[in-house]
């Protein structure tokens, strides 16, 4: 289980293609392992936190890099920062799954480019460091947690597995 924020690159209210020459420099600045095969990203951090990673098209090949999806089972400053400057540079906007719903914006000019009917209930979060953007997920992440939990309980896995409190950047 994880809990899962997905990144969507607009232009003029459409979908649209994400800068992966600028992605690719965030990225290339951590250890990763790629499994192409399933568009798979596993990115390591020296305090010893990892997040998982699906991007097509972020390599090259014939699908277009327009965003992604960031599987998430514990939570650190670095990821936090990581996916704060992936998505700034990137030009993408985050949509956490989590209630209440809301698009977070790492960059002013992300604002103006998202869909005219994306619902009023979308709250727009405008973020300026990974700092933000773990104070953004918060409850969503904690409500995910405790579900994760009362799942592993029920289904006698045991105690769930450790996970990191979000932490101030």
Known sequence: MSFDLFLVTFHDGGKATADSAAARAVLERTAYSHQPEFNAYDISFEDGSHVEMY??????????????????????????TFIFEFSRAAGCVIFPAMDPPCVLLPREDLASHLPADLSSDFQRVPLANGGELLAALNGGYDSWLRFRDQVLRSHGDGSPDEHTDFADD
């Open 55 to 80: 991007a097509s098209g972020l390599h090259g090949g014939s699908e277009s890099f327009d965003g992604g999806m960031f599987a998430i089972r514990g939570m650190s400053a670095s990821i936090g």
